[in-house]
């Protein structure tokens, strides 16, 4: 007989992903049930290569969330990730550049607001689009056609560079500050208020050979939620760098990954793990403290990854790139969970997070047991931490019923085993830098105060520790 | 190893005492055990000739079952399919399928949709890399035989990029290049442009036209086009990207064909011309006896076509499909073949 070795993906948790491809399609991607294996449910939207989604963007609200989605064609697609339905479309301003480069100036990408700027009663977002000659956009724009829009403040546009390419941007956790990064273009930090440029990298002295990397960059993330200071970059030299605004121009720490160019880079939660995705492919995660890898994420991945998300609750990154699968993983056992083939370069991901499975209630429990043990081990050092979370995923999803507390043990034992044993490789990396405390308290505060309270907290607790020094 | 899992196996069905028996006495009989080397192989001859004799055997006994299924009129029992590896390939999600609308949505938007359509016509910048003797301008000769509407350029000292732009320029649809080491070329670099793919291939077994008994020289008229195999969604763009390498309105009055067959991932060239012959059909004695009075009523005339091979002869594996034009160092990759998907001999990619 033939010896076939069938890949074991062991599933996921309930899950709900959007993916958005060069088609401009919109697909949807759900796993159900025990051994939850991605399905697509829906697609949405007419394949049209003008139409190609370049950059999206995810309001995860509880109720009426949205999903902006940037076109080559110039429009931002404004779409009900709950049925498809376009609810707005609007021209990305290019008044600026309204020479022969039009056709050249795509959008490079996309913020929806969600916590400024949002009224849920208008239906009114905030919105930063960036284009790649260096236009940055901050527009508020009304869902639904409403008759009086008077408190739509008119858009603000401002450059960020005069020259090169802009690749990649990000916003931060409490959406005051954005970040702009590209080809010859140092990355920047801008204050959304005041639409101020507030710091600069300086690229890193040429190495002892002489030689001079320009400047290229590919992927920006902010590392950790709660603070816009630790800035952590992918470059086209296959670097990861870490940059720490307070501190210096130059990066803290530059970490070489494999041999191509960095295409997508995540952050964890914890505030520490960045994930990182490259154009042959590879998928790894960084311990941003000290600079090490982690591990990489193997299952065949052949195809340059574009976009990497993490769940916002339990430990799964979804990625996706030019070999048409979206993939889901452990984050922390770095274990292929599942694997769905969607036909069409991916451009982007996005995880719904408060998806659950009203299918079975069995799930629910399943996954807020996970959560408690993720928790019970993760921060084992703030005694009253689980209780706190276990509250939270109350109100977020179904209260638990009494028999899930009996069948708790029969998962999580083998995780549990694995996730004391990273707890373990960590503290012993993380040596003298980090005080294991410290992560403690991350967590918690950041499920219970709200966003504004909780950068505020952060920032004073943050300047007093110096990062990775 | 095996002796381990047939002691294994012992173990476990010990409870039925007969077939255990058969086995130990079927391992008596194993010549490999013997430590005589004269007996031992005197044991394994009988034993292979029985074995021989028991195929021989089958073998006429299907014969026999056939030829009677036929006396009677009957269906002729059913010819086994060998089982190869391709037929027991590993399932792949990727297989296209013909009523797939996002594939055709797909094609219509990628990158050779312009020239499969006709909007342009091909137009190919042959070159090589830096240092480049024997064999290979020979097979660039070749090679411009081949394809229509090529041109050879000397590489001199000019970078990948640089030739890139000047094709781009020069309104090139396709660049190929040739690279050789130590005088024999060894992989074959495919750009389209203006923007991508690129396909990177391992080019190996190169037999040259004139190495090729009794061939043929090709005329000048536009090839047709065969792809065999093409299955994946790799598979089908690797093959569009070959086919938007020639022309699409081939000159059937040429009778010049060019094939890519794809088996196991391996592409392999022949380039032939065929002629269709008629000939006067032999009465054999099958045919009497089977439908005698048909063949001797109907004209003795058959249509055969005759092939003639024109070389190269050459197979090509996919390393890698990169997105967008030659950038060996930023370049993002659609495909790249990694060791660590080798893990079973059945699973294919194109």
């Known amino acids: ?469 | 190893m095996g002796g381990g899992k047939r002691k294994k196996d012992e173990g476990s069905d010990v409870e039925d005492g007969g077939r255990e028996n058969k086995k130990s006495s079927k391992e008596r009989m194993l010549p490999s055990m013997i430590k005589n080397k004269e007996k031992r192989s005197e044991v394994h001859a009988k034993l292979k000739h029985e074995k021989k004799k028991q195929k021989q055997k089958q073998a006429k006994a299907r014969d026999a079952a056939i030829k009677r299924a036929i006396e009677l009129g009957e269906e002729p029992p059913e010819k086994k399919v060998p089982r190869t590896i391709e037929n027991t390939r590993e399932a792949d999600e990727t297989v296209c399928r013909p009523d797939d609308e996002e594939l055709f949505a797909g094609n219509d938007a990628d990158e050779f949709s312009k020239v499969l359509k006709q909007e342009m016509t091909p137009k190919i910048l042959i070159t090589t890399n830096r240092f480049n003797s024997s064999r290979g301008p020979a097979f660039i000769q070749e090679l411009l035989s081949v394809i229509p509407n090529a041109h050879y350029h000397k590489r001199g000292t000019y970078e990948l990029k640089k030739i890139v732009e000047y094709a781009k320029k020069k309104d090139f649809t396709s660049i190929i290049v040739v690279h050789s080491n130590r005088r024999e070329p060894d992989a074959m670099l495919i750009i389209n442009l203006p923007d991508g793919p690129t396909a990177h291939f391992k080019l190996s077994k190169l037999v040259l036209r004139k190495d090729i008994k009794n061939h043929g020289n090709p005329t000048g008229h536009k090839p047709e086009l065969v792809l065999n195999n093409f299955t994946t969604r790799l598979g089908h763009r690797v093959g569009r990207m070959i086919q938007s390498l020639f022309p699409q309105d081939p000159n059937f009055r040429g009778r010049r064909v060019a094939t890519f067959h794809n088996q196991r991932d391996f592409i392999f060239f022949r380039h032939h011309r065929y002629i269709f012959e008629t000939k006067e059909k032999k009465d054999d004695s099958k045919d009497k006896t089977a439908k005698g009075a048909k063949t001797k009523t109907s004209p003795q005339e058959k249509v055969i076509a005759r092939l003639q091979e024109c070389g190269p002869r050459f197979t090509l594996k996919l390393r890698s499909l990169q997105h967008g034009t030659f950038d060996s160092k930023g370049g993002e990759y659609e495909w790249v073949h990694k060791p660590e998907m080798d893990t079973s001999r059945r699973r294919f990619f194109l």
């Open chain 1, 1 to 469: 007989m033939p010896r076939t070795i069938a890949v074991e993906c062991p599933g996921c948790a309930p899950l709900r992903a959007l993916t958005t491809d060069v088609l401009g399609l919109v697909k949807v991607v759900e796993a159900r049930g025990r051994p939850g294996i991605l399905k697509v449910v829906e697609t949405w939207g007419q394949p049209d290569a003008s139409s190609s989604v370049l950059a999206a963007s995810y309001a995860d609200h509880k109720t009426e969330p949205l999903l902006a989605v940037a076109r080559k064609n110039g429009l931002v697609d404004f779409i009900n990730p709950l049925n498809g339905e376009v609810l707005n479309s609007t021209k990305i301003d290019q008044s600026r550049s309204s020479d022969s480069s039009v056709q050249d100036d795509h959008v490079a990408g996309l913020h929806l607001f969600k916590t400024k700027g949002h009224d849920s009663f208008s239906r009114v977002v905030l919105l930063l689009a960036c284009l790649e000659k260096g236009n940055a956009c901050l527009t508020s724009i009304a869902i639904k056609d409403q008759p009086q829009d008077s408190d739509i403040c008119s858009p603000v546009t401002w450059n960020v560079c005069s020259a090169g390419k802009i690749l990649c941007s990000a916003v931060d956790k409490s959406e005051n500050y954005a970040l702009f990064g590209g080809k010859g273009v140092e990355l920047n930090l801008w204050d959304l208020e005041n639409c101020s440029k507030s710091w600069t990298a300086k690229p890193p002295p040429s190495n002892n050979l002489n030689i001079f990397y320009p400047t290229w960059f590919t992927a920006a993330t902010f590392l950790s939620e709660g603070d816009h200071r630790k800035i952590v970059a992918g470059t086209n030299n296959q670097q990861v760098r870490l940059y720490d605004t307070s501190a210096q121009r130059r990066p803290v720490i530059s970490v070489n990954f494999r041999e191509s160019a960095v295409r997508a880079v995540c952050e964890d939660i914890d505030g520490y793990t960045v994930y990182v995705g490259n154009g042959t492919g590879d998928l790894a995660s960084f311990d941003m403290r000290t600079g090490k890898l982690l591990g990489c994420f193997i299952g065949k991945c052949s195809g340059s990854i574009r976009s990497i998300v993490r769940h916002p609750e339990s430990s799964i990154i979804a990625s996706c790139g030019l070999d048409s699968y979206l993939r889901v993983w452990d984050a922390k056992t770095r274990q292929l969970l599942s694997a769905v083939f969607l036909k069409q370069h991916l451009t982007n991901v996005v995880i719904d997070s408060h998806f659950s499975d009203e299918g079975s209630g069995g799930n629910n429990c399943d996954q807020s047991d996970y959560l408690q043990v993720r928790n019970d081990t993760e921060i084992m050092d703030d005694e009253e931490m689980p209780s706190k979370t276990m509250k939270i995923d109350d109100e977020e999803l179904v209260p638990i019923p009494d028999k899930s507390k009996s069948s708790k043990t029969k998962k999580p034992s083998g995780i549990e085993k694995k996730k004391s044993k990273n707890r373990n490789r960590y503290n012993d990396e993380a040596s003298e830098t980090f005080e294991s405390e410290d992560m403690g308290e991350l967590v918690p505060i950041k499920r219970k105060k709200s966003s504004k309270e909780r950068s505020k907290s952060l920032e004073q607790k943050k300047s007093k520790k110096a990062f990775g020094q």
